[in-house]
């Protein structure tokens, strides 16, 4: 049984630091990239970041690229989204994903979701 499960969500000013976290078990095998999506109630799920567990390379949605990285620790089988510079627009709830290959942008040929953990930003 595939889990992944996400911490480190809550509430920041603007400006402040957040750091999120996403421990998978039960993957099939290391196939799988990783990524961070976001959601607004209301609106489609959006694309925040992801990395590829063998590869390590990164990408970024536009709206975060410079302030947000993603970082994976292979031993731990856990991803981060360490958030810098936190805008009253990052407020959603974070979903730790999972896909086999790369993380297709739009979000809807994701294997794995995690249950979500809110990140509030307050002006």
């Known amino acids: 049984q595939v889990q992944l499960v996400e911490s480190g969500g809550g509430l920041a000013q603007a400006g402040a630091s957040m750091r999120l976290s996403c421990t998978a078990s039960?993957?099939?095998?290391?196939?799988?990239?990783m990524g961070w999506f976001r959601q607004v109630p209301g609106n489609d799920y959006e694309f925040v970041a992801a990395i590829r567990w063998s590869a390590e390379s990164t990408y970024y949605a536009d709206a975060v690229k410079g302030r947000f990285t993603i970082s994976s620790d292979n031993a731990k089988n856990t991803v981060y989204l360490q958030m810098n510079s936190l805008k009253p627009e990052d407020t959603a709830v974070y979903y730790c994903a999972a896909e086999r290959g790369i993380i297709r942008t739009l979000g809807r040929t994701i294997d794995y979701w995690g249950q979500g953990t809110q990140v509030t930003v307050s002006s």
């Open positions: 039960g993957l099939p095998d290391s196939s799988y990239a």
